[in-house]
């Protein structure tokens, strides 16, 4: 992790909703929305590595 983000209490809410509504749609089990999470995150992360990549080759 690079750097911390602090959120004010109105992005703390919308940020609760949301993982709310995440959570509800894997049954309520917040260990499989968890998972299901955890496997998103790697996807964007090698999507994201795969843009930088051109650009750390050129330099």
Request: net charge positive; glycine share 6%; charged share 30%.
């Amino acid at each position: 992790m690079d750097r911390i983000v602090r959120l004010d209490s109105r992005q703390e809410a919308v940020l609760q909703a949301i993982a709310e509504r995440f959570i509800a749609q894997h049954k309520g089990d917040p260990v499989k929305a968890l998972k299901e999470m955890i496997v998103l995150n790697g996807h964007l992360q090698e999507r994201l590595d795969a843009l930088g990549a051109p650009k750390r080759a050129a330099r």
